[in-house]
């Protein structure tokens, strides 16, 4: 038998799982017009993320304001309808005037929640040796987005449920929820590791907290990157035609989440997060966070379709052949699913997806080619 995540339950999950197109698939034979496909399928996409009211443009606060390293960098904050203030970061370059192509820089998981946007990001400060670490692992020593703000980008990073500025402070949890955790938060490492841990742990009383509330983490994490993307887009020096979204890993598939469901993103570069419901249930759901679970849709659209609901905007999808949270079957599989749905769509060469070899990361290759993909389609 099979070994699999629920031992002798596994081949049943994976019978159903989508393995031909379901009823919300563009690659069904009934779906012949494609804005009627995609008005019938994002609706019911959204019903199953659920997002929770969260307002309109919050009321944005300059922190602080500065030049450095060739770049104008703003420290921004604001308050949604929940939780706490809202930190966030954008870059463009210094001696430009008008209006630029911009990106939403969206972070990663990483097992890492006391850090938000300054795994992609950073001001003047000398970063902390727990983000360098993070950075010279995952992005071979690069802050991706202020490379790309180099470019002619305005970039926006922002911290997002339930990471560094917005995420669970213990002295606020219930006693028996909060364990043995220690209420006072140390900022050493080894603090910042011990909060990681209990944040971990935490995940599950989390995500069943949202589904009794009625949302899930998906719309929680849907309805943040689209209040970010409320203040990019109407900031005066932003194009809000020309807006797209980026990320690695978790922030691969807040790319997924933002660039599926929101016509607003004009281009979409999704990195390390990509393969097939079934292999999430038969394989690999044990790896992933609650974030990239969302209950009901798998029974009408497979993974992949979620990003594949932008067609036919330009979507890139960049993996890693030996990415610890994927089997290549199931990159294969995403990358088979998303090329046809372009193909049906009239519009293959809107879509790209690449293979570089090595383990989960977003490493200078991969960077190069998701720059000049954003050049090609948002700049050029």
């Given at each position: 038998m099979m070994k699999t995540t629920v031992g002798a339950y596994g081949d049943w999950l994976g019978r159903l799982a989508i393995r031909t197109p379901g009823?919300?698939?563009?690659?069904?034979?009934?779906?012949?017009?494609?804005?009627?496909?995609?008005?019938?399928?994002?609706?019911?996409?959204?019903?199953?993320?659920?997002?929770?009211?969260?307002?309109?443009?919050?009321?944005?606060?300059?922190?602080?304001?500065?030049?450095?390293?060739?770049?104008?960098?703003?420290?921004?904050?604001?308050?949604?309808?929940?939780?706490?203030?809202?930190?966030?970061?954008?870059?463009?370059?210094?001696?430009?005037?008008?209006?630029?192509?911009?990106?939403?820089?969206?972070?990663?998981?990483?097992?890492?929640?006391?850090?938000?946007?300054?795994?992609?990001?950073?001001?003047?400060?000398?970063?902390?040796?727990?983000?360098?670490?993070?950075?010279?692992?995952?992005?071979?020593?690069?802050?991706?987005?202020?490379?790309?703000?180099?470019?002619?980008?305005?970039?926006?990073?922002?911290?997002?449920?339930?990471?560094?500025?917005?995420?669970?402070?213990?002295?606020?949890?219930?006693?028996?929820?909060?364990?043995?955790?220690?209420?006072?938060?140390?900022?050493?490492?080894?603090?910042?590791?011990?909060?990681?841990?209990?944040?971990?742990?935490?995940?599950?009383?989390?995500?069943?907290?949202?589904?009794?509330?009625?949302?899930?983490?998906?719309?929680?994490?849907?309805?943040?990157?689209?209040?970010?993307?409320?203040?990019?887009?109407?900031?005066?020096?932003?194009?809000?035609?020309?807006?797209?979204?980026a990320g690695l890993s978790g922030g691969g598939m807040r790319t997924c989440w933002l660039g599926g469901l929101d016509e607003r993103i004009a281009c979409a570069v999704s990195v390390g997060f990509m393969s097939t419901w079934r292999d999430f249930a038969v394989n690999k759901c044990w790896v992933h966070t609650w974030m990239a679970h969302v209950p009901l849709l798998p029974h009408e659209m497979d993974f992949p379709e979620i990003l594949g609901l932008r067609v036919p905007r330009p979507t890139l999808v960049l993996n890693d052949r030996q990415d610890q949270l994927y089997t290549p079957a199931g990159m294969k599989r995403a990358d088979a699913i998303l090329r046809a749905v372009y193909r049906k769509a009239k519009a293959s060469e809107a879509y790209r997806c690449s293979f570089y070899p090595g383990p989960h990361k977003f490493d200078r290759a991969m960077q190069k080619e998701a720059f000049q993909w954003f050049d090609r389609w948002l700049r050029d």
């Open positions: 009823p919300l698939s563009f690659r069904s034979p009934r779906w012949r017009n494609l804005r009627a496909w995609r008005t019938t399928a994002l609706r019911r996409a959204l019903e199953c993320f659920a997002s929770p009211e969260s307002g309109r443009l919050p009321k944005v606060r300059t922190d602080r304001a500065y030049e450095w390293d060739g770049l104008r960098v703003e420290h921004l904050s604001w308050q949604l309808p929940f939780g706490p203030r809202t930190e966030a970061i954008f870059l463009k370059p210094a001696a430009t005037r008008g209006r630029l192509p911009a990106v939403l820089a969206l972070h990663s998981h990483g097992g890492n929640k006391w850090l938000g946007w300054t795994k992609v990001a950073r001001g003047r400060e000398t970063p902390p040796p727990i983000v360098r670490h993070h950075v010279e692992n995952y992005d071979e020593g690069l802050f991706w987005a202020n490379e790309l703000a180099k470019r002619g980008y305005a970039v926006l990073a922002h911290d997002v449920f339930p990471f560094a500025s917005r995420r669970v402070r213990i002295k606020d949890v219930l006693p028996p929820v909060r364990g043995r955790a220690s209420v006072r938060e140390s900022r050493t490492e080894a603090g910042i590791w011990r909060y990681n841990d209990w944040a971990g742990s935490h995940e599950s009383v989390v995500a069943r907290a949202l589904f009794d509330a009625g949302t899930t983490w998906p719309g929680m994490t849907l309805a943040e990157d689209q209040r970010a993307l409320d203040v990019l887009g109407a900031r005066g020096d932003v194009d809000p035609r020309r807006m797209g979204c």
